[in-house]
């Protein structure tokens, strides 16, 4: 006793089945664009715009598409840039800090000397 498949048999009419159409679509890439836009009284409340692209990777970058490259929430190289920034940042300030802290200091020491002479 044979089951059936539960996938359809290629056509013989030259059908294409999933496997072809997704292969087409990411090679050539497919764009669905939409706005909503809800007004009232001629007064825009609301805008949503939606774009999608399905295509390969290797597609996307041909058209200049490539933001997941830069986000470091998808790459570990972006991620480390994010690091790096941030460190070279946190490092500007204490060096920041440490000059106004070191400026303080010595403001305070010269008071400090300057009430002793005055009540010796």
Same mark, same amino acid.
């Given at each position: 006793? +044979? !089951?059936? *498949?539960?996938?359809?048999? /290629?056509?013989?009419?030259?059908? @294409?089945?999933?496997?072809?159409? =997704?292969?087409?679509? &990411?090679?050539?890439?497919?764009?669905? %664009?939409?706005?909503?836009?809800?007004? =009232?009284?001629?007064?825009? =409340?609301? !805008?949503?715009? &939606?774009?999608?692209?399905?295509? *390969?990777?290797?597609? %996307?970058? $041909?058209?200049?598409?490539?933001?997941?490259?830069?986000? /470091?929430? =998808?790459? *570990?190289?972006?991620?480390?840039?994010?690091? @790096?920034?941030?460190?070279?940042? &946190?490092?500007?300030?204490? @060096? +920041?800090?440490? $000059?106004? !802290?070191?400026?303080? !200091?010595?403001?305070?020491?010269?008071?400090?000397?300057?009430?002793?002479?005055?009540? @010796?």
């Amino acid at each position: 006793m +044979t !089951t059936a *498949s539960r996938l359809p048999e /290629p056509r013989g009419d030259g059908g @294409a089945n999933l496997a072809d159409i =997704l292969e087409r679509v &990411l090679d050539k890439g497919i764009v669905i %664009a939409g706005d909503i836009r809800i007004n =009232l009284l001629d007064i825009e =409340l609301l !805008t949503i715009k &939606l774009r999608l692209i399905v295509a *390969s990777v290797d597609k %996307a970058k $041909e058209m200049g598409i490539d933001w997941w490259e830069d986000d /470091p929430a =998808l790459s *570990s190289g972006a991620r480390r840039k994010e690091l @790096a920034r941030e460190n070279a940042e &946190l490092k500007e300030r204490l @060096a +920041t800090l440490g $000059e106004l !802290t070191e400026g303080r !200091t010595e403001e305070r020491a010269e008071e400090w000397n300057e009430d002793r002479r005055g009540s @010796a």
